[in-house]
């Protein structure tokens, strides 16, 4: 029987064993080795694919170094984010402030890389010396001509998820700063997607056959003028709910601009996404263009998914992402396979979030919130698991169980997104599942029954 | 995505651009990961220490365990100590460590926690077990580099642990610095070779180099045991492999417990190597195993080999100094120009070292510490160089200027095999220079006009 930490009962939930209950939003237990990260984090990630502004992290060297070019946020021109710029704070900078070193480096890379705009990221350390962040930007700000904005990211200042509105907070203020002017009624922003692997341009692709007019991607191969017009779209989809969901909500608020929770990631909840902005539109053009891209779409892939089910039927998986929403859009995308998904975790999901895991689980299905490796590890070997999703810090641990991976984070190689982004998704698990170094490995070495079914 | 790197050199106080260092605390998580059944504990924000297993998981391909203070608002304000005691009884119960290694961060550095004092709390209030330990190193990022978080560490291994108890062993101790978990194993063959033996701390191998055994074992079997670090007081001597990483705790080590120190460059390449060998005879009093003549003799052989190939081309090198002064060292035996020597580590003792090495070979070459390498690029636009060798952050120089580069050193996130052959050591030595050829005679190759391509090299 699994172990598990006494105070983290109710952050795990094993379905059919009990009624649905699930605490969560709770703050990590100190000493735990958490899979979470920072504000910090949170911000960093968001606002990273804004690829012609210029990214400087204050603070001491570290925060820079470890978000140093580590997404595949692909950018179709300007490089500049994916540079490290850093203050780099040393002890007489802790002791009488960093505001001048801030100052200096900002006008110095200002002149040199004419950015369209600079973000600013506090780490933790600002928020304890008291630099004022937001007159440095503000002064520098005036003398460049561009908007310099201060990201209040401060490390301790809560979760990842405080990192996401504290990014939504300072995206606003870019927002509504250029003219709209020519933006068609059919517009949308598409929130949430950082192209990683290029996946923005593939969901591009779809709006534009569609008759959509996309505004601002926010943030994948974004750029500071888009951003500054988004609030002319018609309509906002959000993906990746945790990230942005902030952003929407302050659009609506502030220009009345609708929103819709939309996912990329399998055949039913791509398709569906694209319906659901067809319908919102409710322009026949508009819907009759949808269904022939989804028609088109699906019949290029559809023949070969099979195939990668016939020999994926029956297997189970793991998955352990960021944020919740994914994971179900993952769960739906597992079972087009024939794979079945006996653990499902996340570090930052909701109790809503996990009730609809719930509900659409089998039984015996293990939903977790802010899991650890001991907990994972234990979980992987009790369900006996052929596939694991999930990020850096979770791929080797698979690997030691001798089970396949796939990494639906920072590192993804392949876009996974859209219909084409399912076949690579079925390409890629079935390449990991179906690894012949599986049968090298001691757990199918002592397993030979087993091993001999997948012979055949 | 260089592209706009100017060639102009304008001095700059505050900014860092493609940085050649990372911060103390991942440096310290490194060192205690090599003690044995040692969980390390990041006291901070929950991010530093996702950053840095993630980080040190690209660069090893392994799992990496470690815990955090999970700081909060709160915290912030009153500070971490009621964090860090709850982490204790938290990991005490749940992970049952023999040794947690508590390392500091700029943010609780700042606010000023008091580590020595939380943890004679955890003691007094018994939340510490029979037998088990709790250790910690002061690693503000805003001071050093990793490499000082490293040697922060190791020397916090000693300061808590180390005893003297009057009695010799025959034995000595060897500080392997901030290297690789394959470095720490051949290591530890010529120590052995040589007839000594020797108490290795930290010993990362066993630990991020472990086999596939369809487990994940959170202590693998690796690592330097408490037993080791507390009978290192009753050896006949230090060797401290790398002034950054290893002398402070060698030194340390003289201090509390009269264990006579010698520091060292790490045994990188030819010369340097010798010299850890003679260290080695002299405290054996053995005589050096034909074997290792051997290995010697192959590398010289191989040298002698190919050493046209070598002289006079040019290499810029960069990383952490300890590597950096042994390599660049290597460098002008096998009788190459280290033109543009640089570390991001703050540190005058590298300029003067490296200057004093290629003075010679390369009079007028560029030597800093405490450097990046934004300057190093535009070294390079200045001066064009044959070969760059550094970590994997190099790969956007040699892209952008298409020079031939050898990966090497911290990180290394893009190819594998640094953590399993050493780059130590003769065998090392011979590895080192496979790599160097291979990249420049594969340019050679890659450049050379059809009829100037050469079947025989």
Same mark, same amino acid.
């Given at each position: 029987?699994?172990?598990?930490?006494a105070a983290r009962a109710d952050q795990v939930h094993r379905k059919g064993a009990s009624p649905f209950t699930m605490s969560c939003d709770k703050e990590s237990l100190a000493g735990a080795v958490s899979q979470?990260?920072?504000?910090?984090?949170?911000?960093?990630?968001?606002?990273?694919?804004?690829?012609?502004?210029?990214?400087?992290?204050?603070?001491?060297?570290?925060?820079?170094?470890?978000?140093?070019?580590?997404?595949?946020?692909?950018?179709?021109?300007?490089?500049?984010?994916?540079?490290?710029?850093?203050?780099?704070?040393?002890?007489?900078?802790?002791?009488?402030?960093?505001?001048?070193?801030?100052?200096?480096?900002?006008?110095?890379?200002?002149?040199?890389?004419?950015?369209?705009?600079?973000?600013?990221?506090?780490?933790?350390?600002?928020?304890?010396?008291?630099?004022?962040?937001?007159?440095?930007?503000?002064?520098?700000?005036?003398?460049?001509?561009?908007?310099?904005?201060?990201?209040?990211?401060?490390?301790?200042?809560?979760?990842?998820?405080?990192?996401?509105?504290?990014?939504?907070?300072?995206?606003?203020?870019?927002?509504?700063?250029?003219?709209?002017?020519?933006?068609?009624?059919?517009?949308?922003?598409?929130?949430?997607?950082?192209?990683?692997?290029?996946?923005?341009?593939?969901?591009?692709?779809?709006?534009?056959?569609?008759?959509?007019?996309?505004?601002?991607?926010?943030?994948?191969?974004?750029?500071?003028?888009?951003?500054?017009?988004?609030?002319?779209?018609?309509?906002?989809?959000?993906?990746?709910?945790?990230?942005?969901?902030?952003?929407?909500?302050?659009?609506?608020?502030?220009?009345?601009?609708?929103?819709?929770?939309?996912?990329?990631?399998?055949?039913?909840?791509?398709?569906?996404?694209?319906?659901?902005?067809?319908?919102?539109?409710?322009?026949?053009?508009?819907?009759?263009?949808?269904?022939?891209?989804?028609?088109?779409?699906?019949?290029?892939?559809?023949?070969?998914?099979?195939?990668?089910?016939?020999?994926?039927?029956?297997?189970?998986?793991?998955?352990?992402?960021?944020?919740?929403?994914?994971?179900?859009?993952?769960?739906?995308?597992?079972?087009?396979?024939?794979?079945?998904?006996?653990?499902?975790?996340?570090?930052?999901?909701?109790?809503?979030?996990?009730?609809?895991?719930?509900?659409?689980?089998?039984?015996?299905?293990?939903?977790?919130?802010?899991?650890?490796?001991?907990?994972?590890?234990?979980?992987?070997?009790?369900?006996?698991?052929?596939?694991?999703?999930?990020?850096?810090?979770?791929?080797?641990?698979?690997?030691?169980?001798?089970?396949?991976?796939?990494?639906?984070?920072?590192?993804?190689?392949?876009?996974?997104?859209?219909?084409?982004?399912?076949?690579?998704?079925?390409?890629?698990?079935?390449?990991?599942?179906?690894?012949?170094?599986?049968?090298?490995?001691?757990?199918?070495?002592?397993?030979?029954?087993?091993?001999?079914?997948?012979?055949? | 995505?260089?592209?706009?790197?100017?060639?102009?050199i304008v001095e700059r106080e505050a900014l860092r651009i493609n940085p050649a260092k990372t911060c103390q605390p991942i440096g310290a998580m490194y060192a205690a990961l090599g003690i044995h059944r040692c969980?390390?504990?990041?006291?901070?924000?929950?991010?530093?220490?996702?950053?840095?297993?993630?980080?040190?998981?690209?660069?090893?391909?392994?799992?990496?365990?470690?815990?955090?203070?999970?700081?909060?608002?709160?915290?912030?304000?009153?500070?971490?100590?009621?964090?860090?005691?709850?982490?204790?009884?938290?990991?005490?119960?749940?992970?049952?460590?023999?040794?947690?290694?508590?390392?500091?961060?700029?943010?609780?550095?700042?606010?000023?926690?008091?580590?020595?004092?939380?943890?004679?709390?955890?003691?007094?209030?018994?939340?510490?077990?029979?037998?088990?330990?709790?250790?910690?190193?002061?690693?503000?990022?805003?001071?050093?580099?990793?490499?000082?978080?490293?040697?922060?560490?190791?020397?916090?291994?000693?300061?808590?642990?180390?005893?003297?108890?009057?009695?010799?062993?025959?034995?000595?101790?060897?500080?392997?610095?901030?290297?690789?978990?394959?470095?720490?194993?051949?290591?530890?063959?010529?120590?052995?070779?040589?007839?000594?033996?020797?108490?290795?701390?930290?010993?990362?191998?066993?630990?991020?180099?472990?086999?596939?055994?369809?487990?994940?074992?959170?202590?693998?079997?690796?690592?330097?045991?408490? /037993?080791?670090?507390?009978?290192?007081?009753?050896?006949?001597?230090?060797?401290?492999?790398?002034?950054?990483?290893?002398?402070?705790?060698?030194?340390?080590?003289?201090?509390?417990?009269?264990?006579?120190?010698?520091?060292?460059?790490?045994?990188?390449?030819?010369?340097?190597?010798?010299?850890?060998?003679?260290?080695?005879?002299?405290?054996?009093?053995?005589?050096?195993?034909?074997?290792?003549?051997?290995?010697?003799?192959?590398?010289?052989?191989?040298?002698?080999?190919?050493?046209?190939?070598?002289?006079?081309?040019?290499?810029?090198?960069?990383?952490?100094?300890?590597?950096?002064?042994?390599?660049?060292?290597?460098?002008?035996?096998?009788?190459?120009?280290?033109?543009?020597?640089?570390?991001?580590?703050?540190?005058?003792?590298?300029?003067?070292?490296?200057?004093?090495?290629?003075?010679?070979?390369?009079? /007028?070459?560029?030597?800093?510490?405490?450097?990046?390498?934004?300057?190093?690029?535009?070294?390079?636009?200045?001066?064009?160089?044959?070969?760059?060798?550094?970590?994997?952050?190099?790969?956007?120089?040699?892209?952008?200027?298409?020079?031939?580069?050898?990966?090497?050193?911290?990180?290394?996130?893009?190819?594998?095999?640094?953590?399993?052959?050493?780059?130590?050591?003769?065998?090392? /030595?011979?590895?080192?220079?496979?790599?160097?050829?291979?990249?420049?005679?594969?340019?050679?190759?890659?450049?050379?006009?059809?009829?100037?391509f050469e079947l025989v090299m």
């Amino acid at each position: 029987m699994t172990e598990i930490l006494a105070a983290r009962a109710d952050q795990v939930h094993r379905k059919g064993a009990s009624p649905f209950t699930m605490s969560c939003d709770k703050e990590s237990l100190a000493g735990a080795v958490s899979q979470r990260a920072c504000v910090f984090c949170g911000s960093r990630v968001v606002l990273y694919p804004i690829a012609d502004a210029l990214h400087l992290v204050h603070g001491p060297i570290g925060c820079a170094v470890y978000t140093w070019d580590i997404r595949g946020a692909l950018s179709s021109g300007p490089q500049l984010h994916r540079l490290s710029f850093s203050t780099d704070l040393r002890e007489r900078d802790i002791i009488f402030g960093g505001e001048a070193a801030l100052r200096d480096s900002l006008t110095e890379l200002i002149a040199r890389h004419q950015p369209k705009a600079a973000f600013v990221y506090a780490t933790c350390i600002i928020g304890v010396i008291g630099d004022d962040v937001e007159a440095v930007c503000r002064e520098v700000s005036e003398a460049a001509g561009i908007p310099v904005v201060p990201v209040k990211s401060e490390g301790f200042r809560g979760t990842k998820k405080d990192g996401y509105y504290a990014a939504c907070s300072a995206l606003m203020r870019i927002v509504g700063t250029a003219d709209t002017a020519g933006i068609s009624p059919h517009s949308v922003n598409i929130l949430g997607d950082f192209n990683l692997a290029g996946e923005v341009w593939i969901i591009r692709n779809y709006l534009e056959r569609m008759g959509v007019e996309v505004v601002a991607n926010i943030t994948g191969d974004g750029r500071v003028t888009d951003v500054a017009r988004a609030h002319g779209a018609a309509l906002n989809l959000v993906q990746c709910s945790g990230s942005t969901i902030h952003l929407a909500r302050m659009l609506q608020d502030k220009y009345g601009t609708p929103f819709k929770q939309v996912s990329y990631f399998g055949i039913d909840d791509m398709a569906a996404s694209l319906y659901e902005v067809a319908a919102f539109f409710n322009d026949p053009q508009i819907t009759a263009a949808t269904a022939q891209v989804v028609r088109e779409e699906v019949d290029a892939i559809y023949p070969q998914i099979l195939e990668y089910r016939k020999a994926l039927t029956g297997k189970a998986a793991a998955i352990y992402v960021g944020g919740a929403f994914k994971a179900i859009s993952l769960v739906r995308a597992l079972r087009l396979l024939g794979m079945r998904t006996v653990l499902v975790g996340s570090q930052t999901g909701n109790t809503d979030d996990y009730r609809l895991l719930h509900e659409l689980c089998d039984e015996g299905t293990i939903i977790v919130d802010d899991s650890n490796p001991l907990e994972l590890s234990s979980f992987l070997q009790e369900q006996a698991v052929d596939l694991f999703i999930g990020g850096v810090k979770e791929r080797p641990i698979a690997y030691k169980l001798g089970v396949g991976f796939c990494d639906h984070n920072h590192e993804r190689k392949e876009p996974l997104e859209g219909f084409v982004g399912m076949l690579n998704f079925a390409r890629e698990v079935h390449a990991s599942v179906m690894s012949p170094v599986w049968k090298l490995t001691p757990r199918r070495a002592s397993q030979p029954a087993r091993a001999l079914e997948e012979e055949r | 995505m260089l592209d706009l790197t100017p060639t102009a050199i304008v001095e700059r106080e505050a900014l860092r651009i493609n940085p050649a260092k990372t911060c103390q605390p991942i440096g310290a998580m490194y060192a205690a990961l090599g003690i044995h059944r040692c969980l390390p504990h990041s006291h901070g924000s929950q991010g530093c220490c996702a950053y840095h297993r993630s980080h040190l998981t690209r660069h090893f391909k392994e799992p990496v365990m470690a815990a955090t203070s999970s700081f909060t608002e709160g915290a912030s304000v009153f500070g971490g100590a009621a964090n860090l005691s709850q982490a204790i009884q938290t990991i005490f119960s749940v992970y049952d460590p023999d040794v947690i290694a508590v390392h500091t961060t700029c943010l609780s550095e700042t606010i000023g926690d008091d580590i020595p004092t939380i943890i004679n709390k955890a003691v007094e209030d018994g939340h510490v077990p029979e037998g088990k330990v709790i250790i910690h190193a002061n690693t503000p990022s805003y001071v050093g580099s990793h490499v000082t978080g490293f040697a922060n560490m190791t020397k916090g291994m000693v300061s808590y642990l180390a005893e003297s108890s009057g009695v010799l062993r025959n034995q000595i101790n060897i500080i392997p610095g901030f290297v690789e978990p394959a470095d720490m194993r051949e290591i530890k063959r010529l120590a052995e070779d040589m007839g000594a033996s020797a108490v290795v701390f930290p010993d990362t191998s066993d630990v991020l180099d472990t086999p596939q055994t369809g487990k994940h074992v959170f202590y693998p079997k690796g690592g330097a045991t408490l /037993g080791d670090l507390r009978g290192a007081g009753d050896s006949i001597e230090t060797l401290a492999l790398g002034a950054f990483a290893s002398s402070s705790a060698g030194l340390a080590l003289d201090n509390k417990c009269r264990v006579p120190c010698q520091v060292l460059d790490l045994p990188i390449g030819i010369s340097a190597t010798d010299r850890f060998v003679h260290a080695l005879r002299y405290s054996t009093s053995e005589d050096v195993p034909v074997a290792l003549t051997d290995d010697r003799g192959r590398l010289i052989d191989m040298l002698s080999d190919m050493h046209q190939y070598l002289y006079d081309r040019k290499v810029a090198v960069f990383g952490d100094p300890d590597h950096v002064i042994a390599l660049t060292e290597f460098l002008v035996d096998l009788g190459m120009r280290p033109v543009h020597v640089l570390t991001g580590t703050p540190g005058n003792a590298f300029e003067r070292r490296v200057g004093e090495i290629v003075h010679d070979r390369a009079p /007028g070459a560029n030597v800093r510490a405490s450097a990046d390498l934004f300057l190093l690029h535009q070294w390079i636009k200045n001066e064009p160089v044959d070969l760059l060798i550094g970590n994997t952050y190099g790969k956007y120089i040699a892209r952008a200027e298409d020079i031939p580069f050898v990966r090497f050193g911290f990180p290394i996130l893009d190819r594998i095999g640094h953590s399993y052959f050493p780059t130590v050591g003769y065998r090392g /030595g011979m590895r080192l220079l496979e790599k160097i050829l291979g990249a420049l005679l594969d340019r050679q190759d890659r450049d050379a006009p059809e009829e100037r391509f050469e079947l025989v090299m």
